[in-house]
């Protein structure tokens, strides 16, 4: 193969052979090269097919905004990577990638007959297309979109590597290390400000490294590069973080970093994360982005080989590539007839300079006819050819008035374009930075900042090598002096400098018929230039409507390359000046950033904190199975060996209503009030009347928001006068503690009260069953347990197998039942010690599935289960809990409102299945007309349904609208295959009478 | 992640530690029963929901567990000043000499 490596030109380390592969072929490249420099040193250039038409494509850039060159890697299981730019990765050996969005082979692709059916494909083809029959969406479109939807292949087995994230400070950060940002770092630096330079390439340099003609200070470019290195890396002071990308930049000058550790090493160290990610709070920011070459619009310029001529330039001197031997330039901006001066200097015949300008600058004349390269100034390009190499271009002069002339075709095998160049304003524009627009550039710049920021060089339209530097070092010397630092900007000599301008274009005028021309905008979306005009014709007129209903921009690369030429055309098919249109909102990140440094640490077991009772570990000795509830996780049931859930489940509940069960209740949300006023904020708190409880009693409490739905609910014990024991639901804990203090601190201040979160001071053990008193009356001192002495809604403290207790004598199962609240650290002893001296009763621990069918027994609500924010404690059945003669009590005014009293509210009711082996699902919505047309009216659903043992048959409440006349109906419930139907009933289903709390 | 200035431990915390809590300076009515039904839907529904500047209430809920108030610019998301639960607003010169 033939190589176009030429030896004694660019940055890579020709001494050091590295061996790659793409699509399996092995190719060899050098230290210091990317895919893409490599690739084009063997003559590679088509690297992919488009996304909509899969057209060939190439290489369009040297840099981060490639929207072409996107690659597979695959470094080893779980490590495949897609939709990596060619452009920006590292080669090393044994590296392998693939090309992507083809079938069956790079060369020959099916795919490819998009292309010709271009006018299926057109502006919002998504809307028309596919359209009719209706009956198609599901069966035909939508699995056909979705095959051929989305870029590369996702991995699918999970990620081994590991991502670090840590957080910094520092005084200055400057981000880009071109030029500007070079000098902004360096007097930053020499002021004694702690600074942080980053740059998303691995080495330092910018646009530094594709030059080689400019001195500075008298010294090449590359050599005053090496001493600016040095000098940084000299300073302690100052951090340089390369292959580090500015992702985005955040509020109060947070920006974001994600830093790539890993993946240009050939053997990366273990235990190594792939990459940081760095949340870095600057005292001042210097941007310093650069910017990007604009391409040429005329049809045909994306067949690979048509190239930007500044990345040309960049593979030629920083990677020593030349990307064609018969290279024409097309452009309307002076930059690219650099690009032909080097590579022609470098041997290669420059086959045509093509300049849309009908006058250029004679020095640019002189220098082209002493190379003898032929210009033709005032010509357009019309076309190209070649399949899958671009292999001649078609060149039209264009007269003074206008008119195109008759074409000419120039043999070829590179087409290097330029349209002029970008400011990179993202960073700058996440900050909501204003923008301005420049009408001379047909560019917009950084405007005036909302964060403490200076913008620098290129990226804030200041092209040339001299005024970037002296931009730099003045934004590095303010940012430094607003740090608090000394500091002063040096100034630099800058020898050999071309002053370089450029016209502006929409799309290239052409002899063609326009509305066949395939003239991209977005390469990576495959957007052209009449698509952007149909979707104007079609009456988009604002540049977001247009960019949603082309894709233009809304591809990976965020339109880097295409954004302004799309604003051009949109701009000149809606006669309206392009700043009036405005452009489309950059959103973090820069560049496409993996879901690995997002996460950093936090996955796995980190991802969230696990809560676990004292008792956790005796239920996971013990075989439980468990479920998540709020951050806790809970003992589910208890299965024998071979037992299903269902026969556990039956076997939990038999055991608590015939003789005893054991439940960890330790969950459950604890809140300690006490003060003089505790009393008095429990009555504001609570719908209850807690001044009269007397102390050792307990009372359910109802706790309402002040829009009059049930917040919470729980048992409450009041200790002393002036001490209550609060629970709350096990997922309302934070809330409703959050709740309390808002009312305290804000509203009732006066208040003497203090609050206190007990949930993890205590472990709560729940005994259920009619031999629970027999079980602790031998293991519990100093409190009486006679029925008498100590009656259902009882608190009392005492002992309980040696150990301080607070005995709860409270049922949430409808059987004699206590909680046994004990300090947290003895939780698991009396659990194990009750646990023993119960096996006389046959004690049988359970869990939450049962708890749930025990409680649904007796019609207990769970709050967030059969109430959802919008149920008032009438709609539940709670209207007995409402202390009517308190004057008032959050959510007390409310309950007056005449929503809150209408007839037809959804109430909560018991439903019972005809069929009762039928186990209606949770969630199912009910119709009182199951033959009604659709869709039809739902009047509610069901909010809990279980297998009753106790009753040998389904039970289930739910809500419906009017649900309380509605006793004795039948309504019906429409299931996927059969429609159920059940009987309202109340809400109690076992022992209506109460009678077994007493037994 | 914006910093926010906690006027009980007086000291900027990140984001991270404060939970938001609605709109400021929306005092609960001392008899609620008092209020007919307009006036008790408006205490209860309706926010003033500005474009610019905004009163504002935080809890430095990982840290002190203290409300407060803030005046922060719905817009720019700038915070002008935080103050102590139970204080006026601020006034239209107090907010320009905080801001400045």
Known sequence: MTSYRIPEKGRVNQGKPVRFTFNGASYVGFEGDTLASALLANGVHLIGRSFKYHRPRGFLSAGSEEPNALVGTDRGPGRFEPNTRATVLEVFDGLNTTSQNHWPSLKRDIGAVNDALYMLF???????????????????????????????????????????????????????????????????????????????????????????DAGINGQSGWQWLEEARSA????????VLTRTTAIGYYHQNLVGLCQRLTDHLPNPPADAPRERLWKVRAHQVVLAQGSIEKPLVFEGNDRPGVMLAGSARSYLNRYGVKVGNRPVIVTSHDSAWLAAFDLAEAGVKVAAIIDIRPNVSGHLMES???????????????????????????????????????????????????GGWTPSIHLFSHTKGKLDWNEEGQMFLPGEATEESRCAGAGNGVFSLAAALAEGAAAGAAAALDAGFAAKAASYRVDGELVLTGANNRELPTDRNTSKAKAFVDFQNDVTAKDIRLAVREGFKSIEHIKRYTTTGMATDQGKTSNINGLAIASDAVKRPAPAVGLTTFRPPYTPTTFGAFAGYNRGELFEVTRKTPIDGWAEQNGAEFEPVSLWRRAWYFPKKGETMHAAVARECKSVRESLGMFDASTLGKIEIVGPDAAE????????????????????GLMLGEDGFIRDDGVIGRLTTDRFHVTTTTGGAARVLGMMEDYLQTEWPDLKVWLTSTTEQWAVIALNGPNARKLIEPLVEGIDLSDEAFPHMSVAEGKICGVPTRLFRVSFTGELGYEINVPARYGRAVWEELYRAGQQHGITPYGTETMHVLRAEKGYIIVGQDTDGTVTPDDAGLGWAIGKAKPDFVGKRSLTRPDMQKADRKQLVGLLTTDPNTVLEEGAQIVLDPSQTLPMKMVGHVTSSYWSAALGRSIAMAVIEGGKAREGETIHVPTPGRTHTAKVVGTVFFDPENKRLSA | MLLIRCPYCEAERPELEFTYAGEAHIARPADPSKLNDDEWKTHLFIRSNPRGTHFERWRHQHGCGRFFNAVRDTVSDKFAMTYKAGLPRPTETELEKARS
């Open chain 1, 681 to 700: 904020f429990m009555n504001r708190m609570y719908t209850n009347s807690w001044t009269k409880l007397a102390p050792g009693r307990l009372r359910y």
């Open chain 1, 368 to 418: 082209a006819a002493a190379l003898g390269v032929e210009v033709l100034s005032g010509w357009t390009v019309t076309g190209t050819s070649g399949r899958l190499r671009v292999a001649s271009v078609r060149a039209n002069p264009v007269s003074r008035s206008g008119v195109v002339g008759s074409a000419r075709t120039i043999a070829c095998d590179a087409l290097l374009m330029s």
């Open chain 1, 122 to 212: 057109s502006a919002g083809f998504y809307y028309k297309t596919f359209m009719w029959p209706k009956s198609f969406w599901n069966k035909v479109y939508e699995p056909i979109i979705r095959g051929a939807a989305g870029l590369g292949k996702s991995p699918t087995t999970p990620d081994p590597d590991t991502y670090a994230s840590r957080f910094a400070h520092c005084d200055v950060l400057v981000v880009g290390s071109g030029p500007a940002g070079l000098a902004a770092a360096l007097d930053a630096g020499k002021s004694g400000a702690k600074v942080i330079l980053v740059d998303e390439q691995a080495e330092l340099g910018g646009s530094l490294l594709s030059e080689t």
């Open chain 1, 232 to 239: 940084l890396a000299a300073m302690n002071n100052v951090t």
